[in-house]
């Protein structure tokens, strides 16, 4: 990723290209898999295949505010003592945090499509539902706090801290259909418990849950580097004035 | 040193504090709306998000404090009990070894059907005898909203199992007989 | 709405927004790219991933 600074003019280098085409091929894939070749659920049937988007878009999007907390910590520690003022880590969470909002975005719209089919409505205020767009506008106001005009640092540290409070929110979300009774079933994949989905549909879940791994990632890196030239040219067009400004001030003297 | 643009305006410095200041009005107009939706859920969250729902048990334990308030009641579709006549379903549900007979008004929705589901049905009790599998009760569950309850459990059509699968020991030392298979 | 209709709708909303996500990154890329000035319109073309948002 440290790549892109020494390489001002593009957002692709030959390491993401092939990214990139590794993410295709990995959708293209998912999409077959979950589309085609899985079975159909022997009580929700087709709908079923909402699943392969919907779990994935929400572990992607808990793993996308995971950089962006860790980043924003190290920003908050570190910044003082990277020659660059602690950007990298600033640019990491921006990147992260912005991705994580399509996936939660991708998740409460294939959410309310799947519960019209199964549940029988779009949306109830349950506790799952409602922390989960809670954190979904948590973290809109992260990205719109991050475009209120500041200086670098100052702009920086509001957002680490704005990020690290909008984290407790994760683990609540995650844990809400255990702590309080919800319309929502329980986690399908949790870490030491036996999934309760059959093989084709397991491995189908995890394989779609690798190639949206890959895609977001994909775009982490773009869009860091989409930030990092935006700060270039801010600063180019700073260095562009101060210059003018000092010709201009010789000519008159 | 001035680093102000200089351009066709014609007082730049006032002209940058404006752009600036109409630029904070809206990032600041954003922000509140952010806030106050943020209040407004988290506002539903507390109102509706601790207690769900009620389980059959709890619902008719609670009966004399339920009676005449609307709130939601979770519990298994009993299969053999779902009778449908001129848009009336009548079912009884069940959790905790407690039965309770339902009237609902509403179409159900499609996974209505499977049997075993659980269904999570908004209404209130209404006084009544009821004939249910467990016996007669005073009252049955008046329900005008149902939303299936689906599990996290995923099989696919291609094995044999037909229905939803009771989670083990659900019938287990209840008063009551019913066949745990579809019927 | 039906379950194929709503699988149907739940993966085509889904590609659309992230293809859309793509894309826009590479065109404010290309977009920023410009106004710095580096490079030609050429470089920035076969510089930048004019291929990759279909690859997602």
């Not at chain 2, 102000?4 to 940058?16: H, L, Q």
């Not at chain 2, 752009?19 to 709306?33: E, G, I």
């Not at chain 3, 790219?33 to 690859?55: C, F, K, N, Y």
Request: with cysteine.
């Amino acid at each position: 990723m440290t790549q892109v600074l020494g390489n001002k003019h593009m957002t692709a280098t030959p390491a993401t290209r092939v990214l990139g085409v590794v993410a295709l091929v990995a959708v293209l894939l998912m999409a077959l898999l979950g589309l085609v070749v899985s079975p159909a659920d022997v009580v929700q049937g087709q709908a079923v295949r909402m699943l392969y988007l919907h779990v994935p878009s929400i572990w992607i999007a808990y793993g996308a505010f995971v950089l962006t907390s860790l980043s924003s910590a190290l920003f908050l520690v570190r910044s003082s003592r990277r020659p660059d003022g602690g950007r990298h880590y600033d640019r990491l969470a921006g990147s992260a945090a912005e991705v994580g909002v399509v996936f939660t975005g991708i998740t409460l719209a294939t959410g309310m499509l799947w519960g019209r089919v199964t549940w029988g409505t779009y949306w109830q205020w349950d506790a799952r539902l409602t922390t989960t767009v809670l954190l979904f506008v948590t973290y809109l106001g992260y990205l719109a706090l991050r475009r209120l005009p500041a200086d670098p640092r100052t702009r920086g540290r509001r957002a680490a801290v704005m990020a690290l409070i909008s984290f407790v929110n994760v683990p609540i979300v995650h844990f809400s259909v255990d702590w309080w009774r919800t319309l929502h079933q329980k986690a399908s994949l949790s870490v030491g418990r036996r999934p309760e989905i059959t093989g084709e549909m397991y491995w189908t879940l995890l394989y779609s849950t690798l190639a949206v791994t890959i895609v977001a990632i994909w775009l982490i890196v773009h869009r860091y580097r989409v930030i990092r030239l935006e700060e270039m040219r801010d600063e180019e067009a700073l260095e562009a004035l101060i210059a003018s400004r000092l010709k201009e001030d010789d000519v008159q003297a | 040193m001035d680093l102000s643009p200089r351009n066709e305006v014609e007082n730049p410095g006032e002209f940058r504090r404006k752009v600036h200041r109409n630029r904070r009005w809206a990032v600041l107009a954003a922000t509140v709306v952010l806030i106050a939706a943020a209040g407004f859920i988290t506002a539903q969250g507390l109102r509706n998000a601790t207690l769900f729902f009620r389980n059959v048990d709890e619902a008719v334990e609670q009966r004399p404090e339920l009676v005449d308030r609307r709130f939601r009641i979770q519990g298994r579709v009993i299969p053999s009990t779902v009778r449908s006549e001129s848009g009336v379903t009548t079912f009884q549900i069940t959790h905790g070894c407690v039965v309770a007979f339902v009237q609902h008004t509403a179409d159900p929705p499609e996974l209505f059907t499977s049997p075993w589901i659980p269904v999570v049905l908004e209404g209130q009790w209404v006084s009544s005898q009821a004939q249910t599998v467990a016996g007669v009760d005073t009252h049955h569950f008046q329900s005008d909203r149902m939303l299936v309850k689906h599990t996290n459990e995923y099989a696919s059509v291609n094995e044999q199992r037909v229905s939803e699968k009771l989670p083990k020991g659900f019938l287990n030392d209840c008063a009551f007989e019913v066949s745990a298979s579809e019927s | 709405m039906s379950e194929v209709t709503t699988v149907v709708a739940g993966w085509g909303l889904s590609f659309i927004v992230v293809v859309t996500y793509a894309l826009w990154i590479v065109g404010r890329g290309k977009t920023v790219g410009r106004e710095l000035g580096i490079g030609g319109q050429e470089e920035l073309d076969s510089g930048s991933d004019s291929s990759t948002p279909a690859d997602v």
